[in-house]
Structure formats: structure tokens, C-alpha cells
Nanobody, 127 residues
């Protein structure tokens, strides 16, 4: 059984930082591209960042480019999202997702391509 467990969310002031983590178990982590998505209250889920199996190919949404950094540690079966210079509009539930069986340097921003999802972690940015 594949499980994705996010951690690291919380309340932070605008301009602050948070680091989210997502631990994957149940399948070989290195065989999955990983993605982060978020959903603000009353809005649809949106893409934030994705990273390939190799860790060399990365994609960011324009809204977070230059502020967020996605990374992975295949030895620890974990993907991270470092969030700096947080803004109120970053407030959302953040989800990690795993896309297994993709080519080594591939990733996608399409939520429909991901096979497994975490339960989400709330990030709230106050002014």
C-alpha cells in the first residue's frame, strides 16, 4: 500500500519561510516523479512544482518561481518544498503526489497523471 505523508505546514507571517516534507512508502520512491499542488479555500487545486525521478528536471508554477524550491532525497524516500518569501496568497492546503513508472528525466504539472496523493498539510500566511 502506497502512502504519502506530508509534514511541515503551519502558520507563518508574510515574508517568512516554511519547509514541507512528504515521505513516501510502499513503492520504490526513486521510480516516481513527484509533484506539489495546493488548493486554497473555494478554489480549484493548482500545480506548484514538480521534480523528476533523477532530481535534475524541475518545473515551477510562475506564481512561486524564485521563492519555492523543490528537492528530493531518494535515500530517505522524501520530497521537500522549501517556501521562502511567503505571501498571503500562498495560503492553501498543500498536497504532494507521486507519478510512478515515468521516464527518468520526466515530470508533469498535470494532476491527472499522478497516481497517489498525500492527505495535505495546511499552510497559512498572515499579514
Amino acid at each position: 500500500q502506497v502512502q504519502l505523508v506530508e509534514a511541515g505546514g503551519g502558520l507563518v507571517q508574510a515574508g517568512g519561510s516554511l519547509r514541507l516534507s512528504c515521505a513516501v512508502s510502499g513503492r520504490t520512491f526513486s521510480s516516481s516523479a513527484m509533484g506539489w499542488f495546493r488548493q486554497a479555500q473555494g478554489k480549484t487545486r493548482e500545480f506548484v512544482a514538480a521534480i523528476s525521478r533523477s532530481g535534475d528536471s524541475i518545473l515551477y508554477a510562475d506564481s512561486v518561481k524564485g521563492r519555492f524550491t523543490i528537492s528530493r532525497d531518494n535515500a530517505k524516500n522524501t520530497v521537500f518544498l522549501q517556501m521562502n518569501s511567503l505571501k498571503r496568497e500562498d495560503t492553501a492546503v498543500y498536497y504532494c503526489a507521486a507519478d510512478f513508472g515515468v521516464p527518468y528525466y520526466s515530470y508533469t504539472q498535470s494532476s491527472g497523471s499522478y497516481d497517489y496523493w498525500g492527505q495535505g498539510t495546511q499552510v497559512t500566511v498572515s499579514s
